[in-house]
């Protein structure tokens, strides 16, 4: 849920100030009344307005320049490798540990694209793989000749 703004948090105090009681300043500005109260809570004990700020997640061990340099050393050396592969590298290389969907999002969100090589060479002699129709039909153009007019 999103923080109230700061707006409307003076109004939810300026409320409380009036002598109103908590049911009624929720039901003024159309939220709960423990969100109303916490604000006011918060007011009085601290004397701030503000919401109280974000404290969780953990802080980025790599900025976003050394991730891109590393990433980009590490896909250019094995433009094939899998990204639990490049995980470990990452971890070997710099010390830090990320999960593989982490290293997917990273190279994405700067651009890099990978594109598996083929696991055998392309054949020299012919296509590898049939074409569309059914084994034993006839080409279009044999049945093309055999119907049009003498």
């Known amino acids: 849920m999103e923080a109230f703004s700061l707006a409307v948090r003076r109004r939810i105090i300026e409320l409380f100030q009036s002598g109103l009681e908590g049911d009624d300043v929720a039901e003024i500005m159309a939220c709960s009344p423990a969100a109303a109260r916490r604000i006011w809570q918060r007011y009085r004990e601290e004397g701030l307005v503000g919401p109280r700020p974000h404290a969780g997640g953990h ?10 340099q590393v990433l980009a050393e590490l896909v250019a050396q094995k433009p094939d490798a899998f990204c639990r592969e490049l995980a470990n590298d990452l ?42 129709g059914t084994p034993g039909s006839t080409p279009s153009h044999a049945c093309a000749t055999a119907t049009s007019p003498a």
Do not use: M
């Not at 802080?59 to 891109?68: G, S």
């Not at 010390?95 to 055998?120: A, D, M, N, Y």
């Open 59 to 68: 802080t980025p061990r790599l900025d976003e320049q050394q991730k891109k």
């Open 91 to 132: 971890h070997a290389r710099t010390g830090v540990r990320v999960c593989r969907q982490t290293i997917g999002s990273w190279l994405v969100e700067l651009g890099f694209t990978r594109k598996k090589s083929r696991s055998s060479p392309p054949s020299r002699s012919g296509r590898t793989s049939r074409r569309s």
